[in-house]
């Protein structure tokens, strides 16, 4: 490992408290200062998988929809259905070629960055990435092009089928990369063997190794935070369009359905997330330690809100620091299944803590958003019952604005499962400072973590230009007043007149 | 309940190690022939004047490059599943080139979707750009990192351009096979030109790059250059290269790709030949050495070989539904 900083030692042992001044290592004499190779990695691979986890939830979420009104647009030749297909057809197109190309550079990190993970753990995640690849990336991509493009040279029911496929494919792609992730979390089915000098993980019985305990909460939780994230997408998208034009049928299905989905899902993950929680004090419970900034081992409050007192509460979210609204020991509760009295495991108990101002705040975010998608549905689900939906300016507003939140409270829970689970990379078994590279030096890896950053800032601001485009495309061939620049900053699209 | 379906200490088969050699290697050859000529289409794209032109190019492109390129994703995750040490020294010892390339992927795969996404000029041709460039970097690099790990050597060294040179010249004898196939006479004449030119740079390329392999023992691999099976695929190449130029000067163009086709496929099988039994020269790794343990080879073994033909199945039902001529409005009704 040599003179590199271990970046745990940026964190404060028990505390997880951040310390800024050892985040930078190796400063070079000269005027660049460089990141060590363990944090560049570390930066590198949070910012390019929450870039790619947009895309590929995209595709989990979308496909139900697409599957609908490819449907029942080939079934009906309603107007309506077409519009919606054509929309989110190409919406899911932009979204998957984003999603292959992100997707490539994750698993090219394994090894440029990782490669210690990748070998002590290759034959346990090796498989499920394969059978990813094969079962699902090759599924997905091969019918899509027939979607895309196959329109008039498949019959109906092979295109209709076609959707179906890419929908299944995305579904299992999902499944296949969670069996690795909650590997990580609760790995299972294996035992460690020394093989070339090297401690390495030998699988020894697959199905307990594919079917952790972790696996069926995270793909729950999972494909409903997508749906929940693409309801609310296509919620905003269509609350937009009605707003634009006051009278369009099929953006008015399109919102209706969306309100509908939400209503379903979102009360769904707030029923289910809470079951989680308590599965992961059972599994991780200094995960669940730095999800409460819960550091002595007694009985625990549960923090319904919290809001910092002083800036300092930010980075160190302590009680002392924090203005609560806490149910006394209810977090006992919660955690034992029924116990006021229950302990609960604190973070002092342990040698080194993940940052837990980050896993703290980000907890408290997607609770908070979550909570705030279940009045939305409700909401909405009023409107409709009353026959209002498409009339209420203040709820067709609020549609919009909260449209990119669903994908916030995604990331913000990701950054709870991933940053709650350091000093890991393996639960228990590997630390992220022994997964990196050792012949990786601070300059590439502040070389490439630079290059990504600026890529994938490009492609974020390119994808949110092209739905815009979309939409303006689609007012204008709905007759729409066309927006004004003014409306959304950025250069004025020039649409085509073909359409 | 896995375990007394699949035998724990042994292998299924007693040289399934090799056996998942060869899968490696044929995915990676797949991977070299079809998103090969992708990378062929894009570099011949910036040789087309017209809008017309243009579609006509990217029409042919659009309904299979993705799938082409999951055929990198499966060869890289077959390798991690079959050989981890060897994926992990791979990429962490050419960090650089492998990043290099998967940004190249990326340009050439956003160029041609965002293209269509607007009628601007402007922005039309920054996409060109992506594409172009990117499909010329993407072989050129991947063909480095190839030479680096077949040959030990490092990247400014003549086995390691060469292999670059070589990938990117194939791909464009692929590519112009693949365009002359779909196109109507007069692109198709003017693409046997540029086929016939990159065929006689591909065969001189490698040559000299197994001559330069020979003359510095890159790898220990000099000998298994003079061996028999290593010596007939050089032979096999040059005459499917030289008889894809008789095909297409003859006008046989569909005859010409599938000769085109077999030269990306005959390299990664040469490159496979040069490696065997070693599988990671720069450690001397063996392909024994590097394999994982008998259960979790036999399972992905079990699990996967069968996926794998079901996915063969879907590119010849994909590339049935896209078959004959296009033009810029795409593959006709």
Same mark, same amino acid.
């Given at each position: 490992?040599?003179?590199?900083?271990?970046?745990?030692?940026?964190?404060?042992?028990?505390?997880?408290?951040?310390?800024?001044?050892?985040?930078?290592?190796?400063?070079?004499?000269?005027?660049?200062?460089?990141?060590?190779?363990?944090?560049?990695?570390?930066?590198?691979?949070?910012?390019?998988?929450?870039?790619?986890?947009?895309?590929?939830?995209?595709?989990?979420?979308?496909?139900?929809?697409?599957?609908?009104?490819?449907?029942?647009?080939?079934?009906?030749?309603?107007?309506?259905?077409?519009?919606?297909?054509?929309?989110?057809?190409?919406?899911?197109?932009?979204?998957?070629?984003?999603?292959?190309?992100?997707?490539?550079?994750?698993?090219?990190?394994?090894?440029?960055?990782?490669?210690?993970?990748?070998?002590?753990?290759?034959?346990?995640?090796?498989?499920?990435?394969?059978?990813?690849?094969?079962?699902?990336?090759?599924?997905?991509?091969?019918?899509?092009?027939?979607?895309?493009?196959?329109?008039?040279?498949?019959?109906?029911?092979?295109?209709?089928?076609?959707?179906?496929?890419?929908?299944?494919?995305?579904?299992?792609?999902?499944?296949?990369?969670?069996?690795?992730?909650?590997?990580?979390?609760?790995?299972?089915?294996?035992?460690?063997?020394?093989?070339?000098?090297?401690?390495?993980?030998?699988?020894?019985?697959?199905?307990?190794?594919?079917?952790?305990?972790?696996?069926?909460?995270?793909?729950?939780?999972?494909?409903?935070?997508?749906?929940?994230?693409?309801?609310?997408?296509?919620?905003?998208?269509?609350?937009?369009?009605?707003?634009?034009?006051?009278?369009?049928?099929?953006?008015?299905?399109?919102?209706?359905?969306?309100?509908?989905?939400?209503?379903?899902?979102?009360?769904?993950?707030?029923?289910?997330?809470?079951?989680?929680?308590?599965?992961?004090?059972?599994?991780?419970?200094?995960?669940?330690?730095?999800?409460?900034?819960?550091?002595?081992?007694?009985?625990?409050?549960?923090?319904?809100?919290?809001?910092?007192?002083?800036?300092?509460?930010?980075?160190?979210?302590?009680?002392?620091?924090?203005?609560?609204?806490?149910?006394?020991?209810?977090?006992?509760?919660?955690?034992?299944?029924?116990?006021?009295?229950?302990?609960?495991?604190?973070?002092?108990?342990?040698?080194?803590?993940?940052?837990?101002?980050?896993?703290?705040?980000?907890?408290?975010?997607?609770?908070?958003?979550?909570?705030?998608?279940?009045?939305?549905?409700?909401?909405?689900?009023?409107?409709?019952?009353?026959?209002?939906?498409?009339?209420?300016?203040?709820?067709?507003?609020?549609?919009?604005?909260?449209?990119?939140?669903?994908?916030?409270?995604?990331?913000?829970?990701?950054?709870?499962?991933?940053?709650?689970?350091?000093?890991?990379?393996?639960?228990?078994?590997?630390?992220?400072?022994?997964?990196?590279?050792?012949?990786?030096?601070?300059?590439?890896?502040?070389?490439?973590?630079?290059?990504?950053?600026?890529?994938?800032?490009?492609?974020?601001?390119?994808?949110?230009?092209?739905?815009?485009?979309?939409?303006?495309?689609?007012?204008?061939?709905?007759?729409?007043?066309?927006?004004?620049?003014?409306?959304?900053?950025?250069?004025?699209?020039?649409?085509?007149?073909?359409? | 309940?896995?375990?007394?379906?699949?035998?724990?200490?042994?292998?299924?088969?007693?040289?399934?190690?090799?056996?998942?050699?060869?899968?490696?290697?044929?995915?990676?050859?797949?991977?070299?022939?079809?998103?090969?000529?992708?990378?062929?289409?894009?570099?011949?794209?910036?040789?087309?004047?017209?809008?017309?032109?243009?579609?006509?190019?990217?029409?042919?492109?659009?309904?299979?490059?993705?799938?082409?390129?999951?055929?990198?994703?499966?060869?890289?995750?077959?390798?991690?599943?079959?050989?981890?040490?060897?994926?992990?020294?791979?990429?962490?010892?050419?960090?650089?080139?492998?990043?290099?390339?998967?940004?190249?992927?990326?340009?050439?795969?956003?160029?041609?979707?965002?293209?269509?996404?607007?009628?601007?000029?402007?922005?039309?041709?920054?996409?060109?750009?992506?594409?172009?460039?990117?499909?010329?970097?993407?072989?050129?690099?991947?063909?480095?990192?190839?030479?680096?790990?077949?040959?030990?050597?490092?990247?400014?060294? $003549?086995?390691? !351009?060469?292999?670059? &040179?070589? +990938?990117? /010249?194939?791909?464009?004898? @692929?590519? *112009?096979?693949?365009? =002359?196939?779909?196109?109507?006479?007069?692109?198709?004449?003017?693409?046997?030109?540029?086929?016939?030119?990159?065929? $006689?740079?591909? !065969?001189?390329?490698? &040559?000299? +790059?197994? /001559?330069?392999?020979?003359? @510095?023992? *890159?790898?220990?691999? =000099?000998?298994?250059?003079?061996?028999?099976?290593?010596?007939?695929?050089?032979?096999?190449?040059?005459?499917?290269? $030289?008889?894809?130029?008789?095909?297409?000067?003859?006008?046989?163009?569909?005859?010409?790709?599938?000769? *085109?086709?077999?030269?990306?496929?005959?390299?990664?099988?040469?490159?496979?030949?040069?490696?065997?039994?070693?599988?990671?020269?720069?450690?001397?790794?063996?392909?024994?050495?590097?394999?994982?343990?008998?259960?979790?080879?036999?399972?992905?073994?079990?699990?996967?070989?069968?996926?794998?033909?079901?996915?063969?199945?879907?590119?010849?039902?994909?590339?049935?539904?896209?078959?004959?001529?296009?033009?810029?409005?795409?593959?006709?009704?």
């Amino acid at each position: 490992m040599g003179s590199r900083v271990n970046l745990l030692n940026s964190f404060e042992p028990k505390t997880g408290r951040m310390l800024p001044s050892t985040l930078f290592s190796g400063v070079d004499p000269g005027w660049v200062a460089l990141l060590s190779p363990e944090l560049a990695s570390r930066a590198q691979f949070g910012w390019t998988i929450s870039v790619h986890i947009i895309f590929a939830s995209l595709s989990i979420g979308l496909a139900p929809f697409m599957i609908y009104f490819t449907w029942k647009d080939v079934r009906t030749d309603d107007e309506r259905f077409a519009r919606l297909r054509s929309f989110w057809v190409q919406v899911f197109a932009v979204g998957f070629v984003m999603g292959t190309v992100t997707g490539i550079p994750m698993s090219f990190q394994f090894g440029t960055n990782f490669p210690q993970f990748s070998t002590v753990a290759g034959e346990l995640i090796g498989g499920p990435l394969a059978f990813e690849a094969k079962m699902a990336f090759f599924l997905e991509a091969v019918f899509l092009g027939v979607l895309l493009y196959g329109r008039e040279r498949v019959r109906d029911g092979t295109y209709v089928l076609s959707s179906v496929l890419v929908g299944v494919g995305a579904w299992l792609s999902g499944f296949w990369i969670l069996i690795v992730n909650a590997w990580m979390q609760t790995p299972r089915g294996y035992e460690m063997v020394t093989r070339n000098g090297m401690e390495v993980a030998r699988l020894t019985d697959p199905s307990a190794a594919f079917l952790t305990p972790r696996m069926p909460w995270m793909y729950v939780h999972m494909i409903n935070a997508s749906l929940i994230a693409v309801a609310l997408l296509v919620a905003g998208v269509s609350a937009y369009i009605v707003w634009k034009t006051r009278e369009s049928e099929a953006w008015n299905t399109a919102l209706k359905l969306a309100v509908v989905i939400l209503l379903v899902t979102a009360p769904m993950q707030a029923v289910h997330g809470d079951a989680y929680a308590r599965h992961v004090e059972d599994t991780q419970p200094q995960k669940f330690a730095a999800m409460e900034a819960h550091y002595e081992t007694d009985e625990a409050d549960l923090h319904l809100l919290a809001f910092p007192r002083e800036v300092d509460a930010l980075t160190d979210p302590r009680a002392e620091n924090l203005v609560t609204v806490s149910l006394p020991r209810v977090g006992s509760f919660l955690a034992s299944g029924g116990d006021f009295g229950a302990e609960v495991t604190g973070l002092n108990e342990y040698e080194e803590n993940p940052p837990v101002a980050l896993v703290f705040w980000s907890f408290r975010a997607m609770v908070g958003l979550g909570f705030l998608f279940i009045a939305l549905a409700l909401w909405g689900g009023y409107l409709i019952y009353d026959g209002r939906l498409t009339d209420s300016d203040r709820y067709l507003k609020a549609m919009v604005a909260a449209s990119p939140l669903g994908y916030a409270a995604l990331l913000t829970g990701w950054y709870v499962t991933e940053i709650g689970r350091q000093p890991w990379v393996i639960q228990g078994e590997l630390r992220t400072g022994e997964a990196v590279s050792s012949t990786l030096t601070g300059a590439e890896a502040t070389l490439t973590l630079a290059a990504f950053v600026v890529v994938y800032v490009g492609l974020v601001a390119t994808a949110l230009y092209v739905l815009k485009w979309l939409i303006q495309d689609e007012l204008r061939a709905l007759g729409a007043d066309e927006p004004s620049g003014d409306r959304w900053r950025g250069p004025l699209p020039e649409v085509s007149d073909d359409d | 309940m896995t375990e007394s379906l699949l035998p724990v200490d042994a292998y299924l088969v007693a040289s399934l190690p090799e056996v998942w050699f060869a899968a490696v290697m044929f995915a990676l050859g797949m991977y070299v022939v079809l998103d090969g000529f992708d990378f062929g289409i894009g570099m011949l794209y910036a040789t087309r004047t017209t809008e017309h032109e243009r579609e006509a190019f990217l029409s042919a492109f659009g309904p299979v490059w993705d799938a082409n390129e999951v055929w990198l994703i499966a060869f890289a995750t077959m390798l991690l599943a079959a050989f981890p040490r060897v994926y992990s020294a791979l990429l962490a010892d050419h960090n650089l080139l492998a990043i290099g390339f998967v940004f190249a992927l990326l340009f050439r795969g956003l160029g041609p979707e965002l293209r269509e996404q607007r009628d601007d000029e402007r922005w039309e041709r920054y996409c060109d750009y992506a594409f172009v460039g990117g499909s010329a970097a993407a072989p050129l690099l991947f063909g480095v990192l190839a030479g680096r790990w077949a040959f030990d050597v490092a990247t400014l060294s $003549l086995p390691a !351009l060469l292999t670059g &040179v070589d +990938l990117v /010249a194939v791909s464009i004898v @692929t590519g *112009a096979a693949f365009l =002359a196939a779909k196109s109507d006479p007069d692109v198709a004449s003017e693409l046997r030109g540029y086929g016939t030119a990159a065929t $006689l740079v591909y !065969l001189g390329g490698t &040559v000299a +790059l197994l /001559a330069s392999v020979v003359a @510095t023992d *890159a790898g220990g691999a =000099a000998e298994a250059i003079r061996s028999p099976p290593a010596a007939a695929v050089v032979a096999l190449s040059i005459a499917a290269g $030289l008889g894809g130029i008789g095909l297409a000067r003859r006008g046989a163009y569909r005859a010409w790709l599938a000769s *085109a086709l077999t030269l990306p496929a005959l390299l990664s099988a040469l490159i496979a030949l040069l490696l065997y039994p070693t599988i990671y020269p720069p450690t001397g790794l063996s392909v024994r050495g590097a394999v994982v343990s008998p259960l979790a080879l036999n399972l992905v073994t079990v699990l996967g070989f069968p996926v794998l033909l079901l996915v063969l199945w879907y590119f010849k039902y994909l590339y049935g539904v896209f078959s004959g001529p296009v033009d810029a409005e795409g593959y006709g009704g």
